[in-house]
């Protein structure tokens, strides 16, 4: 079993910059891609990011392409979100989440950390 937890969620002002982690944990973790995706208040999820474990390529959203950038820690098990000049509707809870199969569907996902960005 594979545990993910978020970190470095919070409560910033527009144009501000955050950086979540989320660090696995479990069984041997060697995974397909893993992902971000959030929440906002009476929204669905939505996809944010995604990198491929072992070459590395990204993925962004087009409401955060430019902003944010998704990186990894190979011998941390980390995989990290820069969020810069945030804006109020990247209000959400963020979600991290592991590929392990090689149809990259996502089947592990952390608690969630809360990014709250204030106008």
């Known amino acids: 079993q594979v545990q993910l937890v978020e970190s470095g969620g919070g409560l910033v002002q527009a144009g501000e910059f955050l950086r979540l982690s989320c660090a696995a944990s479990?069984?041997?973790?060697?995974?397909?891609?893993m992902g971000w995706f959030r929440r906002a208040p009476g929204k669905e999820r939505e996809y944010v990011s995604s990198i491929i474990w072992s070459g590395g390529d990204t993925y962004y959203a087009d409401s955060v392409a430019g902003r944010f950038s998704i990186f990894k820690d190979n011998a941390k098990n980390t995989v990290y979100l820069q969020m810069n000049n945030l804006k109020p509707e990247d209000t959400a809870v963020y979600y991290c989440a592991a590929a392990v199969r090689d149809d990259y569907s996502y089947d592990f996902w952390g608690q969630g950390t809360q990014v709250t960005v204030s106008s």
């Open positions: 479990g069984q041997t973790f060697i995974p397909q891609a």
